[in-house]
Each structure stands twice: as structure tokens, then as C-alpha cells.
């Protein structure tokens, strides 16, 4: 294991880097609260009572892995913006999210694929996070490990038995890894700001990680008797602000209460 680089103390001193860290922190805070977002909309619809309490759990762990993050970001901007205004107040143009956790919950072998492809990628993120030079993204790392194993290893056995089930199961979820799989480049995609902490040794280089991404989630999808879609251009945007047309809808549910009563506590 590779020594912890230190950050510089005057590294945030400088508004550029300031800016650079906050964008960076929503790019990978946005991931989970969408997609936390997306699998709160199934609490009491999963197929059986198991999946649907297990469902449910993983959602509530990305909205409190969220909220670290948020608070963070919060915290760099010094200007009273709270958690809250960054989850529930930007406009649809201002959220980081990559298009694949957005996607609707067309059935339970979509919320298994779309879940397995992001579980495989964040597990492999946190992990090298904990190299990070900030202390802070340190912690939130080593806080939010064991939780992403348990993801991954919820949909990756849910995986299993939709491809090795019924035919009907099996066509099921190839359509979904079919329809799926042009989102997960997107994972590995470099913007400005990642360039930026990656330089700082603050964010870890996950295009680095991105053949090994690819080679765990292609063996388990072999192994489970399914074909790895051939795609020649992947789907991308949603890390620059531009997103599916799904992303408006989620957004007019999650951000009612905070625009119908603005200031509104608890």
C-alpha cells in the first residue's frame, strides 16, 4: 500500500482549489443521493419482504453517506449554505450525477443491474479513497467501506439468481445489462475538477481501477450465463449537468417540500 500523501495546509487557501474540491464532493455526493432517491421509491414494492427491507436499508445508507459529504461541501462554501440547500435547492443543470443512477425502476431485474454496476464501482472508489491526502474524504471512506460490501454483495447475489432463474427471469435481466451497460463508462470519466484532486492526491485515479471494474463485473455476468452487451459508444453528460429526461421528474418529487415551503424545519 502506497504511503498517505499529506495535503498541503494552504492548499484550500486557494479559491481555486476550494472550488475544485466542492465541485468534486457533489460530483460523488449527487451518485448517492439519486440513486438513493431512486430506491426510496420502492420501500414497500419489492417483490417479497426481504428484498424490499434490504432495499430499503441501502437507500437509507446512501442518503447518511450523503449527507457527510454534503456537509463538507457546506462547510468549504462558508457562505450559511447548508446540507439541505446543496441536496434539495440547485437546479436540474447544477447536479453531478452520473445518467446511470437516474435510470427508472422499470422492473426488479433494472434495480439489480443498475444497482450492481454502481455497488462494483463504489466499492472499488471507497477503497481508494482511503489513500486520499484529505482527512476528511479519509474518514467518510473507512466510514462508508463496509457498507458498500454489503451492496455489492446484495445485488451481486440477486444477480445470480435472476440469470441463472426462469427464462423468464434471465431474458429479463440481459435486457436490463442490455439497456444498462452504455451508462457505466460514465463511472470512469474525468472532468476538470477530478483532474484537479487527482493532481492534489486528493481523489484517486479510478480510470486507473476501470479495467479491473470491468473484468469483475464481466466475469460474474459469464458465470451467471449472461452475454456482455458490445458497445461501441457509451452515454455520458450527466457528470457536465446534462442529464436524461428522468432526471426532472426525480427532481419535482424530491425538491416539492423545500420549494412549496421555503425555509421550512422540522
Known amino acids: 500500500m502506497k504511503p498517505i500523501r499529506e495535503l498541503n495546509p494552504q492548499f484550500l487557501t486557494k479559491e481555486e482549489n476550494k472550488e475544485n474540491l466542492i465541485s468534486y464532493l457533489l460530483e460523488t455526493a449527487d451518485n448517492y443521493l439519486i440513486l438513493g432517491q431512486r430506491l426510496g421509491e420502492l420501500c414497500g414494492h419489492g417483490p417479497n ?11 437509507l445508507d446512501l442518503l447518511g453517506q450523503v449527507r457527510s459529504f454534503y456537509q463538507y461541501a457546506s462547510q468549504l462554501k462558508d457562505d450559511k449554505t447548508t446540507e439541505d440547500d ?20 422499470t422492473d426488479f431485474a433494472y434495480i439489480i ?11 472499488l472508489f471507497l477503497n481508494a479513497l482511503q489513500q486520499s491526502a484529505d482527512e476528511t474524504l479519509r474518514a467518510l471512506a473507512f466510514k462508508g467501506i463496509k457498507e458498500a460490501a454489503y451492496h455489492e454483495r446484495f445485488s451481486g447475489d440477486w444477480l445470480k439468481r435472476l440469470g441463472d432463474g426462469t427464462e ?3 431474458n429479463r435481466v440481459q435486457q436490463a445489462v442490455n439497456d444498462l451497460w452504455i451508462y457505466t463508462d460514465e463511472l470512469f470519466h474525468k472532468t476538470d475538477s477530478s483532474r484537479a484532486m487527482i493532481e492534489a492526491g486528493i481523489a484517486p485515479d479510478m480510470l486507473q481501477l476501470r479495467e479491473h471494474y470491468y473484468e469483475k463485473v464481466e466475469n460474474l455476468l459469464t458465470t451467471t450465463t449472461l452475454n456482455i452487451p458490445e458497445v461501441e459508444y457509451f452515454q455520458k453528460g450527466g457528470k457536465q449537468g446534462i442529464h436524461s429526461e428522468h432526471m426532472g421528474r426525480i427532481l419535482a418529487e424530491m425538491q416539492y417540500m423545500q420549494l412549496a415551503y421555503p425555509g421550512m424545519r422540522w
Open 86 to 105: 446543496l441536496a434539495f435547492l440547485r437546479k436540474e443543470r447544477e447536479y453531478k450525477n452520473v445518467l446511470l443512477v437516474e435510470q427508472p425502476n
Open 168 to 170: 423468464e427471469s434471465h
Open 49 to 59: 419482504l426481504e428484498p424490499d427491507i434490504a432495499i430499503t436499508n441501502i437507500a
Open 113 to 123: 443491474v443498475r444497482q450492481y454496476f454502481f455497488d462494483v464501482y463504489n466499492k
